[in-house]
């Protein structure tokens, strides 16, 4: 007899949890048919494959259920099943009490390192713990969409995700302009963004930093994959990423990637596959936004500006020698990091509950 799952996720939307859980619950219900998807928001569904839609359905109260989200939601899956996963992800190292109250009333919590597994544990988790990774669609994004650099034309660093204090984005900019402000041959491309800032992370930072003509704001992309296709090397000097999808996606492209090694980035990123940030310093936990008390959430790991400039400058000398690390860094994504890898893994927790 087959086992019957329910899945709830967000599914809608282009932040990392709704992409995350539209190519996990892909992957899950091309292996395991007999899975109910209940969709925890509202959206376009143009967003949704047509495997994912048939699966839209009512949970079944008795069937191991899993919850991709924040712990205050799992409190729906406490009250109301009996076989309840939660899968948790996050980038800092204090997890609030009331967040760890919840987690130990899990059955098993999955999050996406084993960095995280640590920080869960040293927070005072005892529930069972177990580590899915996360993954990359190795159809869409592989080698085929590098760009490799002719060593005339213009060089491109490239960055994107969302607009905060943890993913460095002004320690790029002042690093790229500290070495190549003058040489309009070498450019940075930049697609940031982010809902909850009120204004535009582009008339900031060209406020703050000045207009030049080799930083180039792109605005959304419907298709990310047309944002590695114009960059020779990727950059990502993040405090802390809870997987860090965007890296992920440029290393299984080829793309010679600068990333800072610390959290979950080192579940996947070793020294043959990417340009990595190890000079990191500690310091308290802080957004604007996000993170409004300082160090409350605990510390993140930030890279700083001697390395980074060190390390662009490596790529942009020594391209031959960085393309080697990303033929690496492609191999690895493609043989150990597609989305099969966790859905199995759910399964088969979800199997063993059965």
Known sequence: MSMESNLFLQLFGHAGIPYHSRELAKEFVKMHPHTNIISMMSGNSDLLEDSIKVHLRPPSPSAPTFMFEYPTRFQYLINNYTKKLGYYIFEFTNIPRNYVSILNQMDIICTASQW??????????KTRIEVIRGGVDVCKFN??????????????????????????????????????????????????????YQNNPKEYLERKYGCHKNIEYLPHLRDIRDFYK?????VFPTNAEGIGLPIVESMACGIPTIASLNSGVTEYAQHSNAILLTQLKMVPVHDPIFFPELGAYGNWESPTEDEL???MWFVFTSYGKALEVGNEAARFMNESFSWKQPAEKLYNLMHEMA
């Open 230 to 234: 114009r960059i020779h090397c990727a």
């Open 116 to 125: 995280g597994l640590r920080v869960l544990t040293q927070n005072g988790v």
């Open 143 to 196: 080698i085929s969409y590098r760009n490799n650099w002719d060593g005339n034309s213009e060089f491109v660093f490239g960055h994107l995700g969302k607009f905060e204090c943890r993913k460095n984005t002004e320690l790029l900019i002042r690093s790229f302009l500290k070495i190549f402000r003058l040489n309009h041959n070498v450019k940075l491309l930049l697609s940031v963004n982010n809902i909850f």
């Open 309 to 311: 400039c060190e390390k």
